[in-house]
């Protein structure tokens, strides 16, 4: 399986509670934190909705 890594690069400060939780269940909390994971459909929902906040890089 392929797999991703998804940086934060915009902070959460005046994010939707909905975003925050988003970015939150991938680990993400600072700016600059990032995560590894496998590019899945649940990993690909995730991103989408905070796609504006994070970058995405394959590994």
Do not use: F, P, Y
């Not at 459909?41 to 995730?46: D, E, F, R, W």
């Amino acid at each position: 399986m392929e797999q991703v890594k998804v940086v934060l690069v915009r902070s959460l400060i005046g994010a939707q509670k909905k975003q925050k939780a988003t970015a939150e269940s991938l680990g993400l909390r600072k700016i600059g934190d990032s995560k590894v994971a496998n590019n899945d459909a649940v990993l690909q929902g995730k991103v989408r909705v905070i796609s504006h906040l994070v970058k995405v890089e394959t590994v």
